[in-house]
């Protein structure tokens, strides 16, 4: 990449988009494919550059080696560069973020939270000076401030027109349901809709997310709220998991038309949806297991806490009103949940349609998975039908024997340079949601049966909407092997108040599993395994 800032680059498998968690270590062709068609090869940029970031339309964030997603930081870190920023400028900003992670590369899961400079916030004065202890100057200091502080206006103004194209997408898929018969072009429309109206305003609307976040912890850092303020102000937003909980009660038909489409691994074809899996994912608990139905929190900023927060407005000439940053903090959050919920529907639609178009032509519906979704697209303008079937069995054999090899193969979460492929031990800073303890036995979920008894701590590989179905149960507190402090599930329990232990590590969580009692204490940061500190 010639025309990227610094020569050298480094890998992480949870940075910026998440692969590990959003697909997993070994993600199966399909969902490897879609992920990338849909986000990592060409959407994660435009939405970038829409909020005032450098232009790398051309570059695809994510790699694969032996078949394990990476992200590749190079270009990310590229990305995080204002566009209006200096060159000299940006490329010792590289530098610095590229430096920075090569000797914390514990960070690779909360990367903009301890590495680059996105977004102007209350303490960011304050933060951005540790760069003079890097070679940068007061002057190039407060270039970079001015460059932030026009991205976070840019952001402010986004939260409108980002939901009027998910708003657009729900039309369209209404519309594309009554498309006839052709699976193919079905396929290929939900693929392109759901680019266009779904996960381009939801990466907007993540960011957005991401600046609330960020602002909120300003807000802490400066002491103008308390951590008390900041989960109580986060538990007040109400997301798609507080309506599954109050609709759970419904009618089962009435229940599946609104969230028979989520599944856990969004992105796997092979795993059932709420509609085909109800009787295992919401078998009826028996009354000594029902959910508590958590009380519903208000969050109101005190009067002096307002007059701080307008007096900061006004300094730094921010032209939004209070009540304008109230409601982006609250509705972003809010809104990146919704526009995740909204644009899955596209791929459980592209799923249906897939298995359609298999048992149309002979294919066996378990080897989808097996199959890159290019394959599937390149058709849509190719009529060569006597040889599209044979091709596809005879790619779906190669993938398999491709599959197969590499899932032999154990990669680490970071690669630093070659000497990381031969030595796997990794460090991981967990990720604490909250301040309350959970002890109890553990569960890992790693298979889905009717009747488990959820009324423990629940253990979980990779998360993503689809289990949310974790919270209709009475469950003691969770703990995720990968995902960051903004990730799904921290937002998740955040919001109902649950202990939770997000992105622990391959090597902690493998031996948290193997536990049959854990304790969790947010407030300390520890995890207790059979009475020892880990």
């Not at 078998?283 to 307008?310: A, L």
């Not at 031969?422 to 800073?429: P, R, T, V």
């Not at 253990?459 to 995902?483: E, Q, R, V, W, Y």
Request: charged share 25%; with cysteine; aromatic share 14%.
């Amino acid at each position: 990449n010639y025309n990227l800032l610094r020569k050298e680059s480094f890998y992480s498998v949870m940075s910026d988009w998440n692969p590990a968690e959003m697909i997993g270590l070994k993600p199966k062709p399909l969902a490897l494919s879609l992920y990338k068609e849909l986000i990592t090869n060409k959407v994660w940029a435009q939405s970038r550059f829409e909020y005032g970031y450098k232009d790398l339309r051309s570059h695809q964030l994510m790699n694969t080696f032996l078949g394990t997603p990476y992200i590749d930081l190079r270009v990310d870190f590229n990305s995080w560069i204002p566009k209006d920023l200096p060159h000299n400028i940006s490329k010792k900003l590289v530098n610095y973020y590229l430096k920075i992670f090569k000797n914390n590369k514990e960070f690779h899961d909360k990367i903009e939270f301890k590495i680059i400079f996105s977004c102007y916030t209350l303490d960011t004065k304050k933060k951005i000076k540790v760069l003079l202890k890097h070679g940068f100057t007061k002057k190039e200091l407060a270039v970079i401030i001015s460059s932030l502080k026009k991205i976070t206006r840019i952001t402010f103004g986004k939260l409108s027109s980002e939901i009027n194209l998910i708003n657009k997408l729900i039309d369209r898929q209404k519309k594309i349901k009554k498309f006839g018969d052709d699976y193919i072009a079905k396929i290929y429309w939900l693929i392109e809709d759901c680019k266009k109206f779904g996960t381009l305003p939801f990466s907007g609307l993540a960011r957005c997310g991401f600046v609330s976040v960020e602002i909120l912890d300003s807000l802490l850092n400066k002491k103008i709220i308390t951590l008390r303020d900041k989960e109580n102000f986060m538990k007040s937003i109400e997301t798609i998991t507080s309506q599954i909980q109050k609709d759970y009660s419904k009618e089962k038909k009435v229940f599946l038309s609104k969230y028979g489409h989520l599944r856990p691994n969004t992105y796997e074809i092979n795993s059932l949806n709420y509609k085909d899996g109800y009787d295992i994912y919401f078998k009826k608990q028996s009354h000594k297991n029902k959910i508590i139905r958590n009380k519903k929190y208000s969050f109101k900023f005190s009067t002096n806490q307002v007059k701080k927060i307008k007096s900061f407005l006004k300094n730094e000439k921010f032209n939004f009103t209070f009540d304008q940053f109230e409601y982006f903090l609250k509705k972003s959050i809010q809104l990146r949940e919704y526009s995740k919920f909204i644009f899955t529907k596209n791929i459980d639609l592209l799923f249906n349609n897939l298995k359609l178009f298999a048992k149309k032509f002979g294919l066996k519906e378990t080897d989808l998975t097996y199959l890159k979704i290019s394959k599937i697209l390149d058709m849509n303008y190719n009529y060569t039908t006597f040889k599209n079937i044979p091709d596809l069995k005879k790619d779906i054999l190669n993938n398999k024997i491709e599959y197969d090899y590499n899932n032999l193969l154990k990669m680490p979460e970071v690669l630093l340079g070659k000497k990381d492929l031969f030595f796997n031990k990794e460090k991981s800073n967990s990720n604490f949601i909250g301040t309350s303890t959970a002890f109890g036995k553990t569960m890992y979920l790693n298979k889905f049966k009717p009747n488990i008894n959820y009324n423990r701590i629940v253990c979980i590989n990779n998360a993503d909407p689809g289990f949310d179905f974790i919270f209709t149960k009475k469950i003691s507190g969770l703990i995720t092997k990968f995902g960051g402090v903004n990730s799904h599930m921290a937002i998740r329990c955040a919001e109902l108040g649950i202990p939770a232990v997000i992105g622990v590590g391959e090597n902690l969580f493998n031996q948290i599993i193997k536990s049959p009692l854990a304790t969790i204490d947010c407030q300390r940061k520890n995890i207790i395994l059979n009475g020892k500190y880990i």
